[in-house]
């Protein structure tokens, strides 16, 4: 189950530099360029991260050798910057860290030399890739290769065929040379990976003379290439585009003035100003001013939550209209965004199953098609009497259709989209696994207290015997209380219109234990509490009755009862409850709407309470008075049978989170049931629940119909074989078509509606 970096990961990534590496397309080259890194001297735990376009590798390690290595495959190395632990410290958000470089140069106290092996990595003003200036000389080279090959059907009739295959061979030297160069290095090597496949392809039918379709395979080849580069940076930038989120720089109040420092230099305590318009630099608290502040790149929100003096703020959110003085409480790298930004960038390059498998599939389904191609070439000819040349040209077309790229790209660009659309939404995915979970589970369990309701008590329901002293007296006696019932009962006097400064001033005030309040108002001694005060009191029989029935009433509805009463007479009575979020009901119906068949409420309330909110929420099964130990065995009970999701916002429910087949949190639920869980929403709400789930069911079904799509294609044209059929054409026209149909179907995660949320309002 993915948590935050335990301390012996850290250390681990302590070692390692993390360098972004560009120029990568393709899933299985960045395999077989990891394994070839990791033989190198202490290139043991290296790992290229092909999803977000990472090495993880030892500053021990020869760099020119690597560089080496991945130059060999078209890919090349951006320098690191910032923090070698991975952590996404202020600025050094993918290679954009021209603020930073500015203010400090590159002097760094932490000892983070910006310096590869060979001294060569001062590009801190120029942190951007390089990779579209790459991608328009690819165009061009290859547009020119295209307007080449269709000039030979032109001048076919009039030019010598000496000039028509120099014209062909400057085709495909144009579209293909990088191919061709890797595919011959790999030949001598004998290793076979899709470079090998296409370049015997193309030398086998220069050989045998068919020059036009030599230069299309190199051509189509090449626009292969391009489009699955173009389908996974597409993905990556998406990620990038929500990572950018992160502020760069803070206005620091010192006893000398106003000073912008880099936020990584913030510490606790520390006193920033943010004005109209910025970011706010780390989570903290507003020790001055009055805003509203949009939390989207926090929970998703798009409407600005206003805030004033005491309340919590978002490292990353933006300050809408107000100055704010604020009282820095995380350092950056502990803040909400800049935690979220980590996991999410790892959570691209967490290996699901299914990727697990198709990696492992195609390490040997590319020797696999060598060996069947040579035995189409050989075969025939030598045990059936057919010509040599037909079959020759078989088994190129073999070769060309075995590509593996298309498979290899079925499950990344899907993931990525969907766990970017997710997080875009404020629902954090840590990592590709549990985005695949999300789309299989059939139950969901749910906490109670803080999930389904609100976690505060509020005033559900009352009787009133007296109206005229009902609410301000027992608001009076509650007004100095912090116990959560008295905070209901104040507002509950101030939703009747009763302000605080109107309340009369209580006198000898006492706390009855096990009972509640005692007090004298205006000359009038008060209770207010359990239903025991009637013991203290003298009431006529028949209303005595009368407050009883009522008090049986509210109690058997599940609702803790405050009764408030003089010496003589019982002012009314309150029955109050955890109240129930008000998108609960529409998040449960949607759920079971969209295929959730079983949902169960978890609490560890009587069970009174917990029927009372099980029936208003609409959950199909529901257990009441749970110790955190018998949630866990009852999440067990239930994995037994269904794919459950556990979601939860306290300390205790962070057992049951694990136990489940998927942990989902609340996010500002406690910060042990955040890092406890698999996926977190950013929101105190359900609402982003029933989207989420939906993402992730069409990114299951996306990745099953890329996998359908690319061996069924693969397949057809294999079979064509048989009689004879299969031409180069066909072969590369397949191959490209899976591509750019898998690239695509992965894109439309990213491009799909999101329903609006179902949002509490209170």
């Not at 397309?25 to 790992?47: D, F």
């Not at 003003?125 to 059907?153: C, M, P, Q």
């Not at 189509?220 to 998406?238: D, I, P, Q, T, V």
């Not at 980590?342 to 699901?352: C, G, W």
């Amino acid at each position: 189950m993915s948590k935050f970096p335990a301390a012996s990961d850290k250390d681990q990534a302590v070692s390692q530099v993390e360098y972004r590496i560009q120029g990568l397309s393709c899933a299985n080259c960045a395999r077989e360029m990891q394994e070839e890194i990791q033989k190198l001297e202490h290139g043991q735990t290296a790992s290229i991260l092909y999803n977000s376009g990472r090495l993880l590798i030892s500053p021990k390690v020869d760099l020119t050798r690597v560089k080496g290595i991945l130059k060999r495959d078209g890919a090349t190395l951006i320098p690191p910057q910032g923090r070698r632990d991975g952590r996404i410290s202020g600025g050094d958000i993918h290679g954009h860290q021209h603020e930073q470089s500015h203010v400090h140069g590159h002097e760094h106290g932490d000892g983070h030399s910006h310096l590869d092996s060979r001294g060569e990595e001062h590009s801190h003003g120029h942190g951007h890739s390089h990779e579209h200036g790459d991608n328009r000389l690819g165009k061009w080279l290859l547009g020119i290769a295209a307007a080449l090959y269709i000039a030979t059907f032109i001048f076919d009739s009039i030019m010598p065929g000496s000039v028509l295959i120099i014209m062909y061979l400057s085709s495909i030297a144009l579209s293909g040379y990088s191919t061709f160069v890797r595919g011959l290095r790999n030949l001598t090597r004998l290793k076979f990976n899709m470079d090998t496949l296409m370049t015997v392809a193309m030398v086998g039918a220069v050989l045998i003379g068919e020059w036009k379709e030599a230069t299309l395979v190199a051509i189509l080849f090449g626009l292969n290439e391009l489009l699955e580069g173009y389908g996974m940076n597409r993905a990556r930038k998406s990620m990038e585009a929500l990572l950018s989120a992160a502020p760069k720089q803070a206005v620091l109040l010192t006893g000398d003035g106003e000073l912008t420092v880099p936020i990584a230099s913030l510490n606790i305590g520390d006193m920033v100003l943010v004005r109209a318009g910025e970011k706010i630099p780390s989570d903290g608290t507003i020790i001055e001013g009055h805003s509203a502040v949009n939390e989207a790149a926090i929970t998703g929100e798009s409407i600005p939550v206003p805030k004033e003096p005491g309340h919590g703020v978002f490292g990353g959110s933006v300050n809408t209209d107000g100055l704010l003085k604020i009282r820095i409480d995380k350092a950056y790298e502990d803040s909400s965004l800049a935690r979220i930004m980590h996991l999410v960038q790892e959570a691209q390059d967490t290996k699901t199953p299914t990727e697990l498998f198709i990696d492992k599939f195609a390490k040997y389904y590319t020797p696999a098609i060598m060996i069947i191609a040579a035995l189409v070439v050989l075969i025939p000819p030598l045990l059936l009497g057919q010509p040599w040349m037909k079959w020759v040209y078989e088994g190129l077309a073999i070769l060309i259709v075995g590509c593996p790229c298309a498979l290899v790209l079925s499950s990344p660009i899907a993931l990525v989209s969907g766990m970017t659309r997710c997080a875009r939404n404020g629902v954090l995915v840590k990592g590709g696994v549990h985005l695949e979970q999300l789309g299989k589970i059939n139950a969901v369990a749910f906490d109670k207290t803080g999930t389904l309701t609100l976690g505060q008590p509020s005033v559900m329901k009352e009787f009133v015997y007296d109206a005229d002293r009902f609410h301000s007296i027992s608001a009076a006696m509650e007004a100095g209380s912090l116990h959560p019932l008295a905070k209901a009962i104040v507002r509950q006097a101030e939703a009747q219109g009763i302000s605080s400064t109107a309340l009369p001033e209580p006198t000898e005030l006492v706390t009855l234990p096990g009972i509640g309040l005692s007090a004298e108002i205006e000359g009038v001694r008060y209770w207010a509490g359990s239903e025991e005060i009637l013991g203290k009191i003298s009431l006529e029989e028949h209303l005595r009755q009368q407050v009883l029935n009522d008090l049986h009433h509210l109690k058997a509805a599940g609702f803790t009862v405050v009764l408030v009463a003089d010496h003589s007479s019982v002012l009314g009575l309150y029955g109050l409850a955890d109240e129930l979020r008000p998108e609960s009901p529409d998040v449960i119906a949607e759920l079971h709407r969209n295929g959730i068949a079983h949902t169960v409420m978890l609490t560890g309330d009587h069970a009174e309470s917990a029927k009372a909110i099980a029936s208003q929420v609409g959950v199909t099964d529901w257990a009441a008075g749970l110790l955190p130990e018998q949630k866990v065995e009852r999440v067990r009970e239930l994995s037994g049978s269904w794919n459950v999701a556990m979601v939860g916002d306290g300390i205790n429910d962070a057992p049951a989170l694990a136990a489940s087949s998927l942990g989902i949190a609340m996010g500002k639920g406690t910060d042990t049931a955040v890092e406890t869980a698999d996926i977190v929403l950013m929101q105190d709400h359900l609402g982003k629940l029933p989207g989420a789930i939906k993402i992730a069911r069409q990114v299951s079904r996306v990745i099953v119909w890329n996998i359908g799509i690319s061996l069924t294609l693969k397949l057809i044209a294999l079979l064509l074989t048989i009689p004879g059929w299969l031409t180069l054409w066909i072969a590369v026209m397949s191959d490209m078509g899976a591509t750019i149909v898998v690239t695509l179907l992965g894109l439309t995660v990213l491009l799909g509606r999101d329903t609006p949320a179902y949002r509490s309002t209170s």
